[in-house]
Each structure stands twice: as structure tokens, then as C-alpha cells.
């Protein structure tokens, strides 16, 4: 018999998928890394999974614990499963910009939900970051995984998704584009890939609004560049410990109307029905590789983090693409 003994052990192993439509004109290959095959459908299963399991190891979760974390709700998903594989409880916050749909998605898989505001500080006590950290402090017997700072996060891809990668393009990947959030994805899976060549180049997908392409550039934390934006899961106004600058090599910010707008193309004319920081990572690929001049010899893997249902409400809504301007 051919059986999993839990639906985490599906988690990796996703597919890459070439993007034949929306690359019109681009001489480069261009592979998507289809993350939304992971159970709880996003590129965060991977992270979960690591987290809680260090977590154990470490003896920072002990049987019949609570895991609080603040979370864009795809982390959440992914240790909502390995909380229910391994019997733990599991309380989120969200900021209030996130997708009614992410948080009936945690609800449905026996999570407490508790949404905050996303118009304040980070250090204000409102804040999703604040409100975790402070339940942490009152339940007791639990254990705030904290996926900005854990280092378990990046590791999770230097021990997946890059060898998945190095993999699947038999050694020939040169690029490899992802957005940054935590930076768990990007820091981790291009340390394991410049690692195998130093020449790859890693681009990181930011958005406007977030601090992480003009720190690059300059070392600077500019106060100026954050303001709020509406694409989830990317862009931030902190500085996570997980985000390793030496492992990217640039940065290309992306609109919020240009990353949407790729969405729904990757959706009608790539069969691909994936998540808004997708648009905004296939976007900002097409830019660099047009920009870059890149040519036959290249070839560039995109990772899309996670799946369209998220986003019924919003980007795959024409009345509300219209009301935001997005389309006429
Ligand atoms: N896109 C989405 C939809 C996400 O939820 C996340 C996680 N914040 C990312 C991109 C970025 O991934 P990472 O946190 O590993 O940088």
C-alpha cells in the first residue's frame, strides 16, 4: 500500500511549471514553482512544519501546548496541520487588510482567529505583532514560533526548496525570483542554490510601501518608504531577522494594480489560479528579465507562494478590481 501516515508528509515536492503566454517576447525560460500543491496550499507548509518540529527538539513545545503566532494566514494553515498531526492548539492574529477567506480557512481547520488593526506601528500594543507576543507571555505552555526572526524558517528552504529546484533543472536554474515577506523563502533556498553556483542570482520581489529595496541599496531603514499597500504576504516594515541581504542580489518593487493584474493572467492564460504576491512575482520577473536582457541560456524559476481561492473576493472579483481602479 501507498499511503501517507498524515497529510504533512505531503508538504514539497511541488512542480515547476514553464510559463508559456504571459512571457511573450521573453527569450529566457521561464519555470514557475508551483507552491499552492503544498496541502494547506501555499510555500509556508514547508516553514511550519520546521518550526514546530525544531520547536520540539529544542523542548520549546511540550504535548497539549498552545502555538501563537501572527500570521498572514498561510503560515497559520500550515501549523494549523501540524498542530492537528501532533495535538497541539493553535491561536492567530491577522491584521485586518487580509482576506475574510484566510481567516475562514483557519477557522475551518480548528484555529482561534483573533484580527487587529494594520494601521498602526509595529510596537504598538494593537499591533498583530504585539497582541501574539503578549499571549504568549499570559498562556501558559505555549510557544510563539515568531516566523520573522526563527531561523528554522529559511533553513525549511535550505533543506527543500532548493535542492527541489537544483533538482528539477538539473543544475541549469541562473535566476531564481521570489517575493520577500519574512525572507524565509528567498534567504534559505538561495543560500542552498549559490552554494551549487555562485554565479545564480537571486531577485527579491518587494512591494511600495515596504522598506526591504531601499535598505539594499543603501543600507538605510527609511522611515518614508512605509506606507500602507494591499498586497499580502510581501513587502514589510520591519526588518526580519530571516531576510539574509548577502543572499539577494537586487531588489524590483511592484504595484499593487501590476501584481493583480499578472494574477489574473496567470490564472486565464497559464491555467495557473494562484494568490496576488504571484502576480507581483511573475511581474517583477518579466521586468528584471527585460531589463537584464536575459537570452536563451537563461533559465529563471519563479516561485508563486500560494493559491487563488485566497483572493475570490478580491483580485478575482472584476467589481472590485473596478472599485480599487485596477481595470475600466
Ligand atoms: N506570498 C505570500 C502570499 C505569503 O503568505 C508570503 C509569506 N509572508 C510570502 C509571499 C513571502 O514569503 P516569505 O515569508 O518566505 O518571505
Redesign the pocket.
Known amino acids: 500500500m501507498k499511503y501517507l501516515n498524515h497529510i504533512i508528509e505531503a508538504v514539497g515536492n511541488t512542480p515547476l511549471v514553464k510559463l508559456n503566454n504571459v512571457t511573450d517576447g521573453v527569450k529566457a525560460t521561464v519555470l514557475a514553482k508551483v507552491e499552492y500543491f503544498n496541502p494547506g496550499n501555499?510555500?509556508?507548509d514547508r516553514?511550519a512544519v520546521k518550526m514546530i518540529e525544531d520547536a520540539e527538539k529544542a523542548g520549546l513545545l511540550k504535548p497539549g501546548g498552545t502555538i501563537i503566532e501572527g500570521t498572514?494566514?498561510?503560515?497559520g494553515m500550515g501549523l494549523a496541520l501540524a498542530a492537528i498531526a501532533k495535538g497541539y492548539k493553535c491561536i492567530f492574529t491577522l491584521s485586518d487588510k487580509q482576506s475574510k477567506e484566510k481567516m475562514d480557512v483557519l477557522r475551518a481547520v480548528g484555529a482561534e482567529v483573533i484580527v487587529c488593526p494594520t494601521n498602526v506601528a509595529p510596537d504598538h500594543p494593537d499591533s498583530y505583532y504585539s497582541v501574539a507576543k503578549r499571549l504568549n507571555q499570559e498562556i501558559p505552555n505555549s510557544f510563539y514560533p515568531n516566523?520573522y526572526d526563527n531561523t528554522s524558517?529559511a533553513a525549511a528552504?535550505y533543506e527543500t526548496t532548493g535542492p527541489e529546484l537544483w533538482d528539477q533543472t538539473d543544475g541549469k536554474i541562473t535566476h531564481f525570483i521570489?517575493?520577500?515577506?519574512?525572507?524565509?523563502?528567498?534567504s534559505g533556498t538561495s543560500k542552498y542554490l549559490k552554494e551549487k553556483n555562485p554565479d545564480l542570482i537571486t531577485v527579491g520581489i518587494d512591494t511600495y510601501g515596504s522598506v526591504f529595496k531601499k535598505y539594499k541599496e543603501t543600507g538605510e531603514f527609511d522611515e518614508k518608504e512605509i506606507y500602507p499597500y494591499a498586497t499580502?504576504?510581501?513587502g514589510e516594515d520591519i526588518l526580519?531577522k530571516?531576510?539574509d541581504f548577502d543572499m539577494i542580489d537586487s531588489f524590483v518593487k511592484v504595484t499593487d494594480k501590476d501584481g493583480a493584474v499578472m494574477t489574473r493572467r496567470l490564472a486565464k492564460e497559464e491555467g495557473l489560479f494562484v494568490?496576488?504576491?504571484?502576480g507581483s512575482?511573475v511581474y517583477g520577473a518579466l521586468e528584471y528579465i527585460k531589463q537584464q536582457n536575459l537570452t536563451e541560456d537563461d533559465v529563471v524559476v519563479v516561485l508563486l507562494?500560494?493559491h487563488g481561492t485566497?483572493y475570490l473576493a478580491k483580485i478575482y472579483n472584476d467589481e472590485w478590481m473596478r472599485q480599487q481602479g485596477y481595470i475600466d
Not at 178 to 186: A, Q, Y
Not at 275 to 278: A, E, K, L, Q, T
Open positions: 501555499s510555500v509556508k516553514m498572514s494566514g498561510n503560515t516566523q524558517n528552504h521570489t517575493g520577500v515577506g519574512t525572507g524565509g523563502t528567498v499580502e504576504g510581501i526580519p530571516n531576510v494568490g496576488w504576491s504571484c512575482a507562494p500560494d485566497r
